[in-house]
């Protein structure tokens, strides 16, 4: 292997690898063409340089169906489908951050930044994944500057509450809403929950490890009495399968869910049911570490960081401010 040359007309570095001219990278340093250079004479059972990107994708995304949930490759698949189309023949030398935010900022120029946040960070882990695996040395797009993700910091206040619930008349979305609400449980746990989960004795719900976010732990999720009363009856109504269903007895989807929220009221989602909960928890006297179980957050620290809701009822925080000086 001949060592790097710059081509200027391309703004790129280049080097021979078994008789063929491969590309090191597009608008890079020499001291980064050397190391890619470097890297390259090391190592070994590594995909070629000029790979397609969308063989990384379809590398990883193969990996992914067989090894994590559906929802987790479909996600995925949404961005890197919509990456891989708009570069078609882009290679793994060639790809450099502004193709990411160039892709990111055309695609999804209606979208939040969260969104947009999202979309960078798809594309980026499958060439992580295949520096994991010993397919490239590194990775071209490792850092890459991604928009802010949005907060969400709304919750849903007791007059908006009351609102929703008048607007729904169907009583299995009204089930759905009182049990998010009561147990503060996440969507894709609800959705998911069944009569074998229900532990009567100590009037919870346990889902098994496999089914838990993280897959490390157990997820347990205690009922209040209305949420008690909601799963007992739900649970006489379907003792096989999902017990949450619509009025045609078919499992809630994520779209469902999602589509059901828009007719409440713009910016609302199920998520904000969980935050409501946690808020209202908070407010009540319930500690942060409690509420961390009560939410199934592994780390404690989340509810500081994740639940800035507090701040929106000026009148508990005056009331802590005097409290200080009490």
């Known amino acids: 292997m001949r060592k790097p040359f710059y081509v200027e007309s391309r703004d790129t570095w280049m080097v021979w690898l078994n008789g063929r001219q491969e590309k090191l990278g597009k608008g890079i340093s020499e001291e980064e063409a050397f190391e890619r250079y470097r890297e390259l004479k090391s190592f070994r059972g590594k995909l070629r340089p000029n790979t397609l ?41 060639e790809i450099c951050p502004n193709d990411l935010t160039e892709w990111a ?9 969260s969104t947009r ?40 206040p007791p007059k ?11 009583i299995p979305w009204r089930d759905f809403l009182v049990f998010m609400r009561e147990t503060g ?37 205690y009922t209040t009495d209305a949420a008690l009363e909601i799963a007992r ?14 009025a045609r007895n078919k499992p809630l989807t994520r779209n469902a869910i999602r589509c ?3 007719r409440y009221g713009k910016g609302l989602c199920a998520t904000l049911l969980r935050h409501t909960f ?34 929106q009822n000026p009148a508990y925080m005056e009331a802590l401010a005097k409290k200080v000086r009490q």
């Open 53 to 93: 990107v969308a063989v990384v994708f379809d590398k990883f995304l193969d990996d992914l169906e067989v090894n994590n949930p559906k929802t987790t490759y479909d996600w995925y698949g949404h961005f890197l489908s919509s990456f891989a189309k708009r570069h078609r023949t882009l290679t793994v030398s």
């Open 105 to 113: 900022n055309k695609d999804f120029k209606d979208d939040s930044p």
């Open 117 to 156: 946040h999202g979309a960078i960070r798809a594309v980026q882990r499958p060439f992580n994944w295949a520096v994991e695996q010993g397919l490239i040395p590194h990775s071209p797009i490792a850092r890459v500057k991604k928009p802010t993700p949005n907060r969400r910091e709304k919750i849903i």
């Open 160 to 170: 908006l509450w009351d609102e929703i619930m008048e607007k729904e008349k169907s």
């Open 185 to 221: 449980c996440r969507v894709q746990e609800i959705r998911i929950l069944e009569a074998s989960h229900f532990d009567e004795a100590h009037r919870r719900f346990i889902l098994p490890t496999s089914s838990s976010k993280g897959k490390k732990t157990q997820r347990v999720i």
């Open 233 to 246: 009856r739900r649970i006489e109504e379907f003792p096989e399968g999902p017990i949450f269903r619509n």
């Open 260 to 262: 059901r929220f828009a």
């Open 278 to 311: 946690v808020t209202e928890g908070l407010i009540a006297g319930v500690d942060s570490v409690s509420m961390a179980v009560l939410v199934g957050h592994s780390d404690p620290s989340m509810v500081a960081k994740q639940y800035q809701h507090l701040a």
